[in-house]
């Protein structure tokens, strides 16, 4: 499924509980912080795993991201076999 934004993710989270979220640091007006305190709120949500693709390479903006709450952070252009590993690992 793919849903952007708040309402994408309250309409996603309504109709199915993913086994993983893909996400960028920022997605319209969902931020990482909003994502992981939503799921946070809901014993249903709290354990789906976070993997981050982002362009960024702050930094601080990546360790924010594992701060708070991202099982890791990616670059955008990474090697799929390590996104491929990661997805594997997160959902067996």
Do not use: F, Q, Y
Not at 58 to 79: E, I, Q, S
């Amino acid at each position: 499924m793919s849903a952007i934004g708040i309402r994408g993710l309250s309409l996603a989270l309504g109709l199915e509980r993913p086994r993983l979220i893909v996400t960028e640091l920022r997605a319209r007006d969902l931020t990482l912080s909003h994502l992981t305190a939503r799921l946070g709120s809901n014993e249903a949500t709290r354990c789906i795993p976070v993997v981050v693709l982002t362009r960024s390479c702050d930094p601080r903006a990546l360790a924010d991201a594992k701060a708070t709450g991202a099982a890791v952070v990616l670059p955008k252009l990474a090697d799929l076999e390590e996104l491929h590993a990661w997805v594997t690992a997160l959902c067996p």
